[in-house]
């Protein structure tokens, strides 16, 4: 398959996990905290943040995987396996969204 199709359904699974991620609770002090003093301390903000707080920590955690089987096995420029492995983390650690979207 296409490297950019990857990326885009990696990049599309982090979003979605963003929006329907039972970790939004999680994420709602931390980004009452990390909020930027130029957008106003509302509700909208403060979910918007974490939304996207979450969908970025999706995106980079799910690429560790990846990285490490990069830099330990296969040590090619392009890696198809290695952005599969990166698709399969980011589908694993978006599941609890995929079951919340699916009730």
């Known amino acids: 398959m296409d490297r950019n199709f990857f ?7 982090s979003i979605l996990n963003g929006l329907f ?12 905290v990390l909020l ?3 957008f106003p301390r509302s509700v909208g ?7 996207l ?15 490490l089987y990069e830099r330990l ?3 090619g420029q392009e890696s ?3 952005l599969a492995i990166w698709l399969g983390g980011a589908a694993f650690l978006a599941l609890p969204a ?3 979207l699916l009730r």
């Open 80 to 82: 198809a396996p290695a």
């Open 98 to 100: 995929f079951v919340q």
């Open 7 to 13: 990326i885009v359904v990696v990049v599309g699974i």
């Open 36 to 38: 930027p003093e130029v």
């Open 53 to 67: 707080l979450v969908s970025s920590a999706t995106l980079l955690i799910s690429g560790v995987p990846a990285a």
């Open 45 to 51: 903000w403060v979910l918007f943040f974490s939304s």
């Open 73 to 75: 096995v296969d040590r």
């Open 21 to 32: 991620s039972p970790f939004i609770a999680v994420a709602v002090p931390i980004a009452a």
